[in-house]
């Protein structure tokens, strides 16, 4: 059982961790040779890469915690108002009873939390918690019914939003997400939250062989639809997942779209008919709208 710890001193050195720490150097920790903002897409922040085992992410908000303590991912504090420790659901109490007695829980009055913060941290709940080994890309879509691929996507309430709707449409033990890799981060903070924390329970790695690892999803037994207003691209509406078969839906950055590349390792090219005067979906919206379609009932 953990030990709950009072935090009184903003400076105390045993929250450390959460004084100001920026996504990128919490998961470049332990990992000082790899420069955050280094050109190399595998260093930059906010990019998914690989090789940050050691490092750690930052969990925000008693839903995203619920999320965390049920998830793979193992805490190393968690840092709280006594208010909000006290209101916790009696399930996440006891989940965070349950965690062993190395992993301290710090409580601290909200007007500390913002000083060692920086800023008012109001749902009143942090954890920090390592990010673990890197998933193998084709285990976890050896697992999956449906997966999603994200290539290049850049904007974390995008990335944050399809996990949530990958979640909610496919099955939590149903669906994966294979990032490109300079996708960015499915731990960063802001991606956690807005996925409703159910980026910690959707299995994801990063395929490092872009695009050329795509092919394999074909022998794994899946069919790929690759979004695209292109020409050459399908109404969505009249697709269907082969029968007995699953489904990998392909979703490229806003903008731009997919590469030519990705474009070329797909099975099927297919597009969202939209209102004349209208150019375009946002790519959360368009990938949920494409899962629905892929999924079928839950």
């Known amino acids: 059982m953990p030990t709950i710890e009072p935090i009184s001193d903003a400076a105390d050195p045993r929250v450390d961790v959460y004084r100001a720490q920026k996504d990128a150097w919490l998961r470049a920790a332990h990992h000082p040779e790899v420069a955050p903002d280094a050109d190399d897409p595998a260093g930059a922040p906010n990019r998914t890469g690989t090789g940050y085992a050691g490092g750690l992410f930052m969990a925000e908000g008693e839903l995203v915690l619920d999320h965390l303590l049920a998830s793979r991912y193992r805490p190393e504090s968690v840092l709280i108002t006594p208010r909000r420790l006290e209101a916790l659901a009696p399930a996440t109490r006891a989940a965070l009873d349950a965690l062993p007695g190395s992993v301290p829980i710090y409580t601290a009055e909200r007007e500390v939390m913002a000083e060692i913060c920086g800023f008012d941290i109001h749902r009143g709940v942090l954890a920090a918690a390592r990010r673990g080994e890197d998933r193998d890309p084709y285990e976890v879509a050896a697992g999956a019914r449906t997966l999603v691929v994200l290539e ?147």
């Open 152 to 298: 290049d996507l850049t904007n974390h309430d995008n990335v944050g939003s399809i996990f949530r709707s990958a979640a909610a449409l496919a099955g939590l033990d149903r669906v994966g997400v294979l990032l490109s890799p300079r996708c960015c981060d499915p731990l960063y903070r802001k991606a956690v939250r807005v996925s409703m924390g159910l980026a910690l329970r959707v299995p994801f790695a990063t395929l490092a062989d872009w695009p050329g690892g795509l092919a394999r999803l074909a022998e794994l037994g899946f069919e790929t639809w690759a979004l695209t207003l292109g020409a050459g691209s399908e109404d969505i509406t009249h697709a269907r997942a082969p029968e007995g078969g699953r489904v990998a839906v392909l979703v490229g950055t806003e903008g731009p779209g997919l590469t030519p590349a990705a474009l070329a390792a797909a099975d099927r090219r297919v597009r969202i008919p939209i209102a004349a005067g209208v150019d375009s979906l946002n790519a959360g919206v368009a990938a949920a709208i494409a899962l629905h379609r892929a999924c079928g009932p839950i």
